[in-house]
């Protein structure tokens, strides 16, 4: 299926794995030198990439249980959109997008716009 | 004069429907040859469907017959098939060698079935689905009778497994998602297709991942990845489909996932136009036949001089299989900005996806009249705000003033059926309001039965009465699970048992939820209701648990993890002791803790190590500590009479024989345990959720006690002078809980909602409904006793503790 974030972002593509790999419903972590990478499937079937830190406290967001394209935060349950990097409800913070291109079955991340080494390191 | 000569490549639904455009604009424009790879004319391909089930035959799906080639002056090569392009002589190539000039050249290629690498794909039997060639081989197989294996469960997989069906055979479909079609439809939905698939004999195993086709000359069979392997005569590969683009590919056209065109149609070579499934247009790739024909006017106006524009196309979609009535259409995902309107009753499934008051997205199963009407909203992208609270109901309450949906239901007939399980129609329920003076849901669901019995009707019951008494109607307090449902967690169980139902879209679809899929409150909480009352037929949903119950271990603040060992009763040894101590250093464990809980936490472990320490921790006899579940946490223990000079009596080996019957248990909230030797009480049992507190006389049994947020001291259940009796009770009563507790609400909370007595009554007055209790839960252990980590340090879920990829930045700047 066509995926609707790849018009707002161009790559350079990353291949990092198959969409069989990630669970429904579920994510998986890529790890770059930029820091880690979180990779959604929704139920939809759906593939969304988010910087691996909650804009709460950098809660693994990877860890999370994943509803609708949100996903909800394991330490104190801040919901976080899968499509926008948003805190949704109350909160108020974003965690960075990242593209995902997803191809016969092929997932590729657009890493170019991952923070650099020393933000990682923060 | 010669007239300009036009090739086309391909003769599928998208050749076919631009020749008829262009004929129609300019019957002399071109000289036409049309070469196709099928040795054959036009037909409708989306009809191959019902060839294969015999509803049809395949004079009955021809578009175009060779009378209509030499009609219109086309000419037509079946079965030879193009395998050169050459741009700067503008001349194709055929299989045969012949080469033929163009001016202008289309190409409509449409796509390739995929199929999956799989030992045995190329063996007699295995079949994709994709022209009559297909639909042949098939027939031919279902004549022979046996069992086919269709390997997936969407469009394609299905039509063909409902078609083979039909023709006799046993069918078999393997999905690899949990629901069928999860591209065009959500959970709920696919699970009523799955019932509707099943009901006409098909058997269908979802989250099935094949492994290998079997069979020396011909298919044996199947064998999945799980080890079991199904014995059949045919396997059809219906997994998708990819644009058939080598020919433009090697023409040097440009391509991405398909042949790439502007919104003229063209190529990157003006000369050579695209269409069909072959092309790839503003970055999606279609796989259906209406955006074929849109753009195919588009092509036809182009090759006459008159430039169009296509502008991409919004899809619906139906399954041909008679009998089974779906829809989907449109951007159906939910996303923080769009809003959704869930309908279900019965067999019946609606849900319709806004963004700003914009129709985006639909999905109908069971009642799809009201479809088209839905996918013309989508397409105008109308302003639906005056229609949004009847939108649902269609266009027969759409049209005039807006109706709220109290009015709707007030305008319904009275023989219009309310409540479909007890047959109450809404006459019934309006004069027992007026004769009766009801004003409460329960009022009428006691009179009339309406929505007594798996309460999906319930709304619509409530606005009933709203519209008969208006601000007399008591609403009902009993406080929903969440936003998702009107229903209380207890409705909610009830309605498990009472339909049987074994799954969670099951739950959401029969039990009317308001959303589609849940969210991170009700589904943690149906998984429990339903591990609960089904052990052992269950499959566990390991997405809708919290993390630390997937992967068996505490999240810390900083993303890593703590990992508790069990330890018997508090009980220890030099072993195992060692053991720990070793794994701390191996793995650089940088904290190790004695906990409240009588045991020892290893504190900061990365979650790649998880598996291994676990290997470790197994190897020295250690299992998990459950530290992280709503289940069984830790029986605290004193020394007891082996030792204390006050001991009554062996309170370590009773609590150590307490955890050995219960670990692994999954309950409400989590449980603890404490046994004293006596009432000094040094193991704090009288402020566990069940306590044992050892006498004289034999075994005080205390429970409902915390020391938490809330400090409790328990209540005392009742004496008994065995052991055995003292086990039995516990057991009993924590089955109770298990059955009668609401998803996170302790022992303390809930002995206090149910009441004392009655837990008195169940466990300590009737030694039989003791017995059954206690068998209960006896029973359900055999499912749940098995060591979390052991079968993840032999493999399961593997995917949880490694990352999917590791990429350098230098890869990633390339
Ligand atoms: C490790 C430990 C503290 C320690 O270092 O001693 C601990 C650690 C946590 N406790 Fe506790 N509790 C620990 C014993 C206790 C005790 C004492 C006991 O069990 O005798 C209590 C009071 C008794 C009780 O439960 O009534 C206790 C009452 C709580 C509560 C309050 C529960 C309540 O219903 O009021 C929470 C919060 C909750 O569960 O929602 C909590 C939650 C937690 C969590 C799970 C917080 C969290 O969600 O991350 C902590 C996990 C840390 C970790 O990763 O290990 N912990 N916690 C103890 C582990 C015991 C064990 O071996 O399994
Ligand atoms: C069983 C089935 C059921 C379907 N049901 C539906 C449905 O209900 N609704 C819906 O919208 N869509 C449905 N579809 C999809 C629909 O049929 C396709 O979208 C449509 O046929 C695509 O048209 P096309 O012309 O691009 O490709 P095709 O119809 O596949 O035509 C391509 C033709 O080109 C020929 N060809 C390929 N390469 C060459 C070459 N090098 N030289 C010469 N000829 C070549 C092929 O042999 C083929 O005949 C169904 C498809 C199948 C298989
Ligand atoms: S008392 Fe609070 S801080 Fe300490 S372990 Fe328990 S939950 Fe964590
Ligand atoms: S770190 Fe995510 S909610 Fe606190």
Same mark, same amino acid.
């Given at each position: 299926m066509n995926q609707m974030l790849q018009t707002r972002f161009d790559g350079p593509w990353v291949k990092v794995g198959r969409v069989d790999d990630i669970p429904l419903q579920g994510s998986r972590v890529v790890k770059t030198h930029g820091g880690e990478v979180a990779v959604f499937k929704a139920a939809d079937g759906r593939v969304f990439a988010l910087?691996?830190?909650?804009?709460?406290?950098?809660?693994?967001?990877?860890e999370g249980i994943v509803h609708g394209h949100a996903v909800t935060c394991p330490l104190h349950n801040w919901v976080i959109s899968l499509e926008t990097g948003e805190a949704q409800g109350a909160d108020s913070g974003c965690t960075k997008v990242i593209g995902v291109l997803v191809e016969d079955g092929v997932v590729h991340l657009d890493l170019s716009r991952l923070p650099r080494l020393m933000e990682a390191a923060e | 004069m010669d007239k300009t000569s036009l090739i086309v490549v391909g003769n599928g639904m998208a050749a076919g429907r631009v020749l008829e455009h262009l004929l129609e604009a300019d019957r002399d424009a071109y000289a036409v040859t049309v070469f196709n790879a099928e040795p054959r004319v036009n037909y409708n391909r989306i009809m191959l469907s019902p060839v294969l089930s015999g509803e049809k035959t395949y004079e009955d799906i021809l578009i175009h017959d060779d009378a209509w080639y030499a009609a219109n002056g086309v000419t037509l090569v079946k079965g030879e098939a193009i395998v050169g392009i050459d741009r700067e002589t503008k001349t194709v190539r055929t299989a045969g060698g012949a080469v033929h000039g163009y001016d202008k050249l289309l190409i409509a290629t449409g796509s390739n079935p995929l199929i999956i690498p799989?030992?045995?794909?190329?063996?007699?039997g295995v079949v994709t689905y994709r022209d009559l060639d297909d639909v042949e081989k098939m027939m031919a197989a279902a004549s022979q009778g046996g069992r086919a294996v269709v390997i997936g469960g969407g469009l394609l997989g299905l039509e063909a497994a409902a078609g083979l069906r039909a023709q006799g055979m046993e069918v078999t479909v393997l999905h690899?998602?949990? =629901?069928?079609?999860e591209r065009q439809l959500d959970p709920a939905a696919g699970y009523l297709l799955q019932k509707a698939i099943e009901d006409r004999g098909i058997e269908v195993l979802c989250k099935a991942n094949t492994h290998a086709i079997l069979g020396d000359?011909?298919?044996t069979g199947v064998k999945l990845d799980d080890g079991r392997e199904i014995a059949c005569s045919l396997v059809v590969m219906a997994v998708g489909i990819r644009p058939n683009m080598a020919l433009a590919k090697d023409a040097g056209l440009a391509v991405n996932r398909g042949v790439l065109v502007d919104d003229g149609m063209?190529?990157?070579?003006?000369d050579i136009f695209a269409v069909g499934e072959c092309v790839e247009h503003r970055g999606v790739c279609y796989g259906l036949v209406a955006p074929l024909y849109e753009s195919a006017k588009v092509v036809a106006a182009g090759l006459t001089g008159s430039e169009g524009a296509y502008t991409g196309s919004v899809t619906a979609t139906k399954l041909k299989v008679t009998g089974i009535d779906l829809f989907s259409a449109g951007d159906f995902a939910d996303a923080k900005d769009r809003q959704e309107i869930v309908y279900r009753a019965p067999g019946v499934y609606k849900r319709l996806v806004l963004r700003d008051n914009v129709l985006i997205g639909a999905v109908l199963y069971?009642?799809?009249?009201?479809g088209s009407w839905f996918f013309d909203l989508i397409k105008s992208g109308s302003d639906i705000s005056a229609m949004r609270d009847t939108?649902?109901?269609?266009?027969a309450f759409a049209g005039g003033e807006p109706l709220d949906p109290t009015a709707a239901v007030a305008a319904l007939?009275?023989?219009?059926?309310?409540c479909g399980c007890n047959g109450v129609c809404k006459g019934t329920i309006v004069s027992a309001i007026g004769a009766k003076g009801l004003s409460s849901l329960d009022d009428v669901r006691a009179v009339?039965?309406?929505?007594? &019995? @798996?309460? &999906?009707c319930t709304p619509l019951v409530e606005k009933l009465i709203v519209a008969t008494i208006g601000d007399k109607y008591q609403a009902a307090a009993v406080e929903p699970i969440?936003?998702?449902?009107?229903?209380?967690h207890d409705e909610v169980r009830r309605m498990i048992v009472a339909k049987g139902l074994r799954s969670i879209p099951a739950v959401m679809q029969e039990l009317s939820w308001k959303t589609s899929c849940g969210c991170a409150k009700c589904r943690p909480a149906l998984n429990y209701y339903l591990v609960c009352e089904w052990p052992g037929e269950y499959e566990d949903? &390991?997405?809708?648990?919290f993390i630390n119950e997937r992967v068996h271990a505490n999240i810390q603040k900083d993303g890593t993890y703590s990992v508790v060992p069990r330890m018997w009763g508090g009980v220890t040894s030099p072993a195992e002791l060692r053991a720990i101590a070793d794994v701390a250093e191996k793995f650089n464990i940088p904290s190790v803790k004695v906990t409240g809980g009588q045991r020892i936490d290893l504190l900061g472990v990365r979650k790649e190590d998880l598996p291994a320490v676990w290997a470790d921790l197994g190897k020295a006899g250690m299992i998990s500590?459950?530290?992280?579940?709503k289940g069984l946490r830790t029986v605290k223990t004193c020394?007891?009479?082996?030792? @204390?000079?006050?001991?009554?009596?062996?309170s370590t080996g009773l609590g150590i024989k307490i955890e050995k019957a219960m670990w692994g248990s999954w309950t409400p909230a989590k449980v603890k345990l404490g046994v004293s030797?006596?009432?000094?009480?040094c193991a704090e049992? =009288?402020?566990?959720?069940i306590g044992v507190v050892c006498v004289e006389a034999g075994y005080e049994i205390h429970f409902a006690?915390?020391?938490?947020?809330h400090v409790r001291q328990t209540e005392v259940l009742t004496l008994v002078p065995t052991e055995e009796e003292a086990m039995e009770i516990i057991l009993a009563l924590t089955q109770l809980y298990r059955e009668q507790?609401?998803?996170?609400?302790?022992i303390y909370k809930w002995a206090k909602r149910v009441g004392t007595p009655s837990i008195k009554a169940a466990i300590v007055d009737d030694p039989e409904r003791r017995r059954v209790y206690a068998d209960r839960f006896r029973f359900s252990q055999q499912f749940s006793q098995v060591d979390p980590w052991a079968e993840r340090v032999k493999g399961l879920e593997a995917h949880e503790f490694a990352p999917m990829a590791e990429v350098g930045f230098k890869e990633a700047a390339e």
């Amino acid at each position: 299926m066509n995926q609707m974030l790849q018009t707002r972002f161009d790559g350079p593509w990353v291949k990092v794995g198959r969409v069989d790999d990630i669970p429904l419903q579920g994510s998986r972590v890529v790890k770059t030198h930029g820091g880690e990478v979180a990779v959604f499937k929704a139920a939809d079937g759906r593939v969304f990439a988010l910087r691996n830190r909650c804009p709460h406290k950098g809660g693994p967001l990877s860890e999370g249980i994943v509803h609708g394209h949100a996903v909800t935060c394991p330490l104190h349950n801040w919901v976080i959109s899968l499509e926008t990097g948003e805190a949704q409800g109350a909160d108020s913070g974003c965690t960075k997008v990242i593209g995902v291109l997803v191809e016969d079955g092929v997932v590729h991340l657009d890493l170019s716009r991952l923070p650099r080494l020393m933000e990682a390191a923060e | 004069m010669d007239k300009t000569s036009l090739i086309v490549v391909g003769n599928g639904m998208a050749a076919g429907r631009v020749l008829e455009h262009l004929l129609e604009a300019d019957r002399d424009a071109y000289a036409v040859t049309v070469f196709n790879a099928e040795p054959r004319v036009n037909y409708n391909r989306i009809m191959l469907s019902p060839v294969l089930s015999g509803e049809k035959t395949y004079e009955d799906i021809l578009i175009h017959d060779d009378a209509w080639y030499a009609a219109n002056g086309v000419t037509l090569v079946k079965g030879e098939a193009i395998v050169g392009i050459d741009r700067e002589t503008k001349t194709v190539r055929t299989a045969g060698g012949a080469v033929h000039g163009y001016d202008k050249l289309l190409i409509a290629t449409g796509s390739n079935p995929l199929i999956i690498p799989l030992p045995g794909k190329d063996l007699p039997g295995v079949v994709t689905y994709r022209d009559l060639d297909d639909v042949e081989k098939m027939m031919a197989a279902a004549s022979q009778g046996g069992r086919a294996v269709v390997i997936g469960g969407g469009l394609l997989g299905l039509e063909a497994a409902a078609g083979l069906r039909a023709q006799g055979m046993e069918v078999t479909v393997l999905h690899l998602m949990p =629901t069928l079609m999860e591209r065009q439809l959500d959970p709920a939905a696919g699970y009523l297709l799955q019932k509707a698939i099943e009901d006409r004999g098909i058997e269908v195993l979802c989250k099935a991942n094949t492994h290998a086709i079997l069979g020396d000359t011909t298919v044996t069979g199947v064998k999945l990845d799980d080890g079991r392997e199904i014995a059949c005569s045919l396997v059809v590969m219906a997994v998708g489909i990819r644009p058939n683009m080598a020919l433009a590919k090697d023409a040097g056209l440009a391509v991405n996932r398909g042949v790439l065109v502007d919104d003229g149609m063209r190529t990157s070579d003006p000369d050579i136009f695209a269409v069909g499934e072959c092309v790839e247009h503003r970055g999606v790739c279609y796989g259906l036949v209406a955006p074929l024909y849109e753009s195919a006017k588009v092509v036809a106006a182009g090759l006459t001089g008159s430039e169009g524009a296509y502008t991409g196309s919004v899809t619906a979609t139906k399954l041909k299989v008679t009998g089974i009535d779906l829809f989907s259409a449109g951007d159906f995902a939910d996303a923080k900005d769009r809003q959704e309107i869930v309908y279900r009753a019965p067999g019946v499934y609606k849900r319709l996806v806004l963004r700003d008051n914009v129709l985006i997205g639909a999905v109908l199963y069971g009642e799809t009249a009201d479809g088209s009407w839905f996918f013309d909203l989508i397409k105008s992208g109308s302003d639906i705000s005056a229609m949004r609270d009847t939108l649902i109901f269609g266009p027969a309450f759409a049209g005039g003033e807006p109706l709220d949906p109290t009015a709707a239901v007030a305008a319904l007939p009275d023989d219009a059926q309310i409540c479909g399980c007890n047959g109450v129609c809404k006459g019934t329920i309006v004069s027992a309001i007026g004769a009766k003076g009801l004003s409460s849901l329960d009022d009428v669901r006691a009179v009339t039965k309406a929505s007594a &019995s @798996c309460g &999906s009707c319930t709304p619509l019951v409530e606005k009933l009465i709203v519209a008969t008494i208006g601000d007399k109607y008591q609403a009902a307090a009993v406080e929903p699970i969440c936003k998702c449902t009107d229903l209380g967690h207890d409705e909610v169980r009830r309605m498990i048992v009472a339909k049987g139902l074994r799954s969670i879209p099951a739950v959401m679809q029969e039990l009317s939820w308001k959303t589609s899929c849940g969210c991170a409150k009700c589904r943690p909480a149906l998984n429990y209701y339903l591990v609960c009352e089904w052990p052992g037929e269950y499959e566990d949903d &390991s997405q809708s648990r919290f993390i630390n119950e997937r992967v068996h271990a505490n999240i810390q603040k900083d993303g890593t993890y703590s990992v508790v060992p069990r330890m018997w009763g508090g009980v220890t040894s030099p072993a195992e002791l060692r053991a720990i101590a070793d794994v701390a250093e191996k793995f650089n464990i940088p904290s190790v803790k004695v906990t409240g809980g009588q045991r020892i936490d290893l504190l900061g472990v990365r979650k790649e190590d998880l598996p291994a320490v676990w290997a470790d921790l197994g190897k020295a006899g250690m299992i998990s500590g459950a530290a992280y579940a709503k289940g069984l946490r830790t029986v605290k223990t004193c020394v007891g009479s082996e030792w @204390c000079r006050f001991g009554t009596q062996d309170s370590t080996g009773l609590g150590i024989k307490i955890e050995k019957a219960m670990w692994g248990s999954w309950t409400p909230a989590k449980v603890k345990l404490g046994v004293s030797g006596c009432p000094r009480n040094c193991a704090e049992a =009288t402020c566990k959720d069940i306590g044992v507190v050892c006498v004289e006389a034999g075994y005080e049994i205390h429970f409902a006690g915390a020391a938490g947020l809330h400090v409790r001291q328990t209540e005392v259940l009742t004496l008994v002078p065995t052991e055995e009796e003292a086990m039995e009770i516990i057991l009993a009563l924590t089955q109770l809980y298990r059955e009668q507790g609401r998803y996170l609400e302790r022992i303390y909370k809930w002995a206090k909602r149910v009441g004392t007595p009655s837990i008195k009554a169940a466990i300590v007055d009737d030694p039989e409904r003791r017995r059954v209790y206690a068998d209960r839960f006896r029973f359900s252990q055999q499912f749940s006793q098995v060591d979390p980590w052991a079968e993840r340090v032999k493999g399961l879920e593997a995917h949880e503790f490694a990352p999917m990829a590791e990429v350098g930045f230098k890869e990633a700047a390339e």
